[in-house]
């Protein structure tokens, strides 16, 4: 068996039978790491293949002993560095928490651990997930395993990069404006931003609290499926999380597959006209798959620019209030306390700790939220807000998915987004839409365009995950893109 | 965007930028107040009630129980903070 493009629904039949493949499997894939990392660099911290190994020695032995199956048995999963992980180091890719262990295990990273997954190492991001690329980080750039010129996007880009380079079989991200979705599709995978409050928050790094949520990240529909049943769930600890009962997602998406039901699905007009012309093509001819079973109809998208607007106005103002914790004393940067008074040692430590866009989106956040602007640019956003939910909800009563590409370019070289800021931001015009409202979407492998890859996106009704993984599963099917990984 | 602007953020934030910050900052202001004055161009927003919480439901308040308690020397901080006899060490914050 090839252990490291084998999907986790076979590896989980595989070590169900013999669990102590676990370990074969594991260094199989330290072996892989060892190998394409250098080129790569998904990770920030990769825990030694021997604590690992002595990690899954016991958990065999506690498999052996007793009937409960784990769901996730001796899986590795690779982790966003902006999710607590006690113990091991969790830096949200900043000097600032370069030295940072955490005390607690955020709720995701409890479930993990409870249902048989190893934990590998944490993943590069944009510092505080403020990027699209993965550059913002205050260590290294990821590079994209399809083309090492390139960027994997961002903020999740490590997470994405370790799952196309065969460095991990399934990865956690999180998605505020797009983190999730935009890193998937840059590397052929598959990346869910569930709905706001379905996925706890509790030891999630907050950088805009309303609009972050945490998702997987895996390279194929079922596995996508499998992870976000462990991690799904109402948590007192978080409490936006929503208490509503909650399906089997991996069922429901096959019962729903083998139903095959005919849906009503939504052709985003704008979104489509403001990407390149190669990401545009291949999107129509996926969505020509889809519609050849579908009934579909294209739409008008209100308000597309005016979202991302509204997105940046919303997360840098909470990114401002956020970030305010950071003040060096109960954890992160030390400088020299002796004779100095409080807002000069704050200030210090802002200054040295942050990188330079998480500065910026701080004084704008500050500036957002001052006398004079908060009721010019933040309430309006949140009026913004409320009126493009209600235009959604519009769509949503009609449609039962809304589809587009999930970026409207193809993965930038390195350097290139990054010095243009505002175009930066504007790549983000096809993916805010979905943080800003709350509702699910996936990216979906489709195709390459000279070897770069291209995703699409689909945004569902709240809660309706389902129907996402079930519109996945069908493209899945009919574009056999599923389980690649990069040559490297 | 002037200089001024910048200063004005910077107390504002307490934070501080280098110069070559600055420059970059300056340039760049200016594109993102005019992406941020487009949603003054939505009209009629006035009617429509600010959104806080995307689900519209108030937060869930939980008993003030303790669930795990905190020893006394305060270890959980021990691998994060400064700990003089249990106490985190910080700068002044009253000061002549």
């Not at chain 1, 590896?11 to 060892?34: C, G, H, M, Q």
């Not at chain 1, 750039?141 to 903020?155: F, V, Y």
């Amino acid at each position: 068996m090839n252990f490291i493009a084998a999907p986790m629904y076979k590896l989980l039949d595989e070590f169900n039978t013999n669990p102590d493949l676990v370990v074969d499997y594991l260094s199989k894939l330290y072996d892989r790491i060892a190998k394409v990392e250098e080129k790569v660099k998904a990770f920030i911290t990769l825990r030694p293949f021997n604590d690992v190994l002595n990690e899954v020695e016991s958990l065999i032995r506690i498999r052996k002993s007793s009937r409960n199956s784990m769901a996730l048995f001796g899986i590795a999963v690779a982790i966003k560095d902006n999710i607590s992980t006690k113990g091991l180091r969790t830096t949200c890719a900043s000097r600032i928490l370069e030295n940072y262990i955490p005390p607690y295990d955020a709720t995701v990273i409890a479930k993990l651990k409870s249902e048989g997954a190893i934990i590998i190492g944490k993943t590069n991001m944009d510092e505080f997930a403020m990027g699209s690329t993965t550059e913002t980080s205050a260590f290294f750039a990821t590079r994209n395993p399809w083309d090492l010129t390139r960027s994997p996007g961002g903020s999740s880009g490590g997470s994405a990069a370790a799952l196309a380079a065969g460095e991990a079989t399934v990865a956690l991200g999180s998605d505020t404006g797009g983190s999730i979705r935009n890193p998937a599709a840059f590397t052929a995978i598959f990346g869910l931003k569930p709905t706001y409050g379905l996925v706890s928050r509790y030891g999630l790094i907050a950088y805009a609290s309303s609009l972050d949520q945490i998702g997987p990240m895996a390279r194929n529909t079922d596995d996508l499926a499998l992870l976000l049943n462990v991690i799904a769930g109402y948590d007192p600890k978080d409490s936006t999380s929503i208490n509503i009962p909650l399906p089997n997602f991996y069922k429901a998406m096959y019962d729903t597959y083998y139903r095959e039901p005919r849906l009503k699905i939504a052709i985003a007009r704008e979104l489509f006209e403001y990407s390149e012309d190669p990401v545009k093509n291949m999107s129509y001819k996926s969505v020509d798959v889809l519609c050849s079973y579908h009934e579909c109809r294209e739409i008008s998208i209100p308000y597309a620019k005016h979202s991302v607007a509204a997105y940046y106005i919303i997360s840098m103002a909470e990114a401002g209030s956020n970030l305010a914790r950071y003040d060096g004393v109960r954890y992160g940067l030390k400088v020299n306390f002796d004779n100095r008074n409080w807002v000069e040692v704050y200030k210090e430590v802002r200054t040295r700790g942050f990188g330079y866009e998480v500065k910026k989106r701080i004084a704008l956040g500050a500036y957002i939220l001052s006398t004079g602007y908060w009721d010019m640019y933040y309430l309006k956003a949140l009026r913004f807000r409320r009126m493009l939910k209600e235009e959604f909800n519009k769509i949503f009563k009609e449609f039962d998915a809304i589809v587009s590409p999930t970026m409207p370019i193809l993965p930038p070289k390195l350097g290139e987004l990054i010095a243009d800021p505002i175009k930066m931001y504007y790549s983000d015009v096809n993916t805010v839409i979905a943080n800003l409202i709350g509702a699910p979407a996936i990216s979906i492998p489709i195709g390459f365009v000279n070897g770069l890859p291209v995703g699409l996106q689909v945004m569902v009704r709240h809660f309706n995950e389902v129907t996402a993984l079930y519109i996945s599963k069908f493209l899945e099917d009919k574009l056999k893109l599923r389980d690649l990984i990069a040559l490297v | 965007m002037s200089k001024d602007i910048i200063e004005y953020l910077e107390r504002l934030a307490l934070i501080s930028f280098t110069r070559e910050e600055r420059e970059k900052l300056i340039k760049e202001l200016n594109k993102i107040i005019e992406m941020f004055n487009l949603i003054n161009s939505v009209e009629g927003l006035d009617k429509w009630e600010p959104l806080y919480h995307v689900h519209d439901i108030p937060l869930t308040l939980r008993e003030d129980d303790v669930v795990e308690g905190i020893d006394s020397e305060r270890s959980i901080l021990k691998d994060n903070a400064i700990l003089v006899e249990g106490y985190v060490k910080a700068p002044k914050t009253v000061t002549e």
